[in-house]
């Protein structure tokens, strides 16, 4: 007898994929973690194949957990819009959101855009921070709800998507391996500034910061003039700029975690209708994206 896929078992597999933790995957959707061992037993039962290879010090996907990550991502997406439209009814009021200001400029504009024509009784009020400072916000009931983004070994939130870091600067940039670099980066705290300061250590490439914003505006203009160059996630980076990844001095970068925050045992349906549908529409268009470069 064939026996289904059930959600809320698909919803710890897909915690652990992203956290590669058993306890982060187990605070991620509130839980325990022998709750959440337990549920992947049982998946693993149903599928007949192990999911994740678990040692003392790591867990790693299989290459059959990553076949059934694709479809996994899929069901939860296709459940949450179902309750989503169930509920839509209850969907009026405003949401306090919070997304660092290169998310709100690059990022977000069509997603808020085609959320309000399908809900258009939400209201948003956005707020521009950087994550570290958005997560004290959303502690003390400032924001409802927050995007934010961090080192894939610092995961905090509902992950939405991974997202790759590159070097850029402007079109005519030419580098010196041998001298230092110049940047402009986003404030201190921002893990994606962090990331860059990382890989430059460990190839022990001297560098300087000539511009610390949260602008994208900004840094953008900083990097044209030639003053320096810049890291930047995929989904950010202007057309102005081209990417110098894999030349001598700019060393490999990891990706980031781009996750939503929110409290979803006590926000309100509308706060929940729409975090579902942010997580799913930042998927969405990374999967497309990732087609399009294919």
């Given amino acids: 007898m064939q026996r289904d896929l059930e959600i809320d078992l698909l919803r710890s597999f897909v915690a652990i994929a992203a956290h590669r933790n058993f306890t982060r995957a187990a605070e991620a959707i509130g839980r325990t973690q022998s709750a959440v061992s337990l549920q992947l037993k049982r998946l693993e039962e149903i599928v007949s194949e192990r999911l ?6 790591s867990v790693e996907i299989t290459p059959t957990g990553e076949a059934l990550l ?16 169930i509920r839509r009814p209850e969907a009026e009021g405003i949401v306090r959101f919070g997304a660092p200001d290169d998310y709100a400029s690059y990022l977000l504009a069509p ?6 024509a399908e809900y258009p009784l939400i209201q948003f009020e956005l707020t ?5 400072d958005l997560l004290p916000m959303l502690e003390h009931g400032e ?13 905090q939130g509902r992950i ?3 997202e790759s870091l590159h070097w850029v600067a402007g079109p005519d940039y030419v580098d010196d391996p041998e001298r230092g670099l110049s940047l402009a980066l986003f404030p201190n705290g921002c893990a994606v500034r962090g990331a860059g300061l990382q890989a430059l250590e460990q190839i022990e490439r001297p560098w300087r910061i000539v511009c610390s914003t949260r602008s994208v ?3 953008e203009q900083t990097v044209l003039n030639g003053t320096g160059v810049s890291v930047m996630e995929a989904a950010i980076i202007p057309d102005t700029l081209r990417i110098l990844d894999g030349q001598p001095g700019f060393p490999p970068l990891p990706e980031i975690a781009m996750s939503v925050h929110y409290n979803k045992a006590a926000c309100a349906p509308h706060i929940a ?5 942010l997580v799913g529409e930042l998927g969405k268009r990374r999967e497309a994206r990732a087609k399009q470069s294919a």
């Fill in 70 to 85: 694709v479809y996994a991502n899929r069901i939860l997406s296709a459940n949450e819009a179902a309750l989503s439209h």
């Fill in 128 to 132: 521009c921070e950087s994550s570290i």
């Fill in 160 to 162: 939405a998507r991974y």
């Fill in 111 to 116: 997603i808020l855009a085609a959320f309000t």
């Fill in 217 to 219: 505006a900004l840094i």
């Fill in 273 to 277: 209708i729409f975090a579902d549908y």
């Fill in 52 to 57: 994740f290879e678990r040692t003392r010090n």
């Fill in 143 to 155: 924001i409802d709800i927050m995007l934010g983004t961090h080192q894939t070994d610092q995961v």
